[in-house]
């Protein structure tokens, strides 16, 4: 069910086709990519083959950097006013 997606995306004021999803879970994958979301799937071992559509899928949370933005197509949003740069 895409509701908690769309109801997320609603909250931040942003269309769901901006917005990049991590899960964990083959249904929240579902989920998110019937919301219209990028998804990035993180399985627990041994369980990636269920997850192909996902984006991308990690084999940790280790190697989500940078580089995600990349290889799922999207681009992070500007720093919201006040927020401070992490570093």
Do not use: H, Q
């Not at 509701?3 to 769901?16: G, I």
């Not at 879970?25 to 627990?44: E, I, T």
């Amino acid at each position: 069910d895409p509701a908690v997606y769309l109801s997320a995306a609603r909250a931040l004021e942003v269309a769901p086709e901006r917005c990049l999803a991590v899960e964990d879970s083959v249904n929240g994958v579902r989920s998110a990519k019937a919301a219209g979301m990028v998804c990035v799937a993180v399985p627990a071992a041994g369980a990636v083959d269920a997850f192909g559509e996902a984006d991308l899928v990690l084999g940790s949370l280790a190697e989500f950097d940078d580089r995600i933005w990349a290889s799922t197509g999207t681009a992070p949003a500007p720093a919201a006013a006040g927020e401070l740069a992490s570093g």
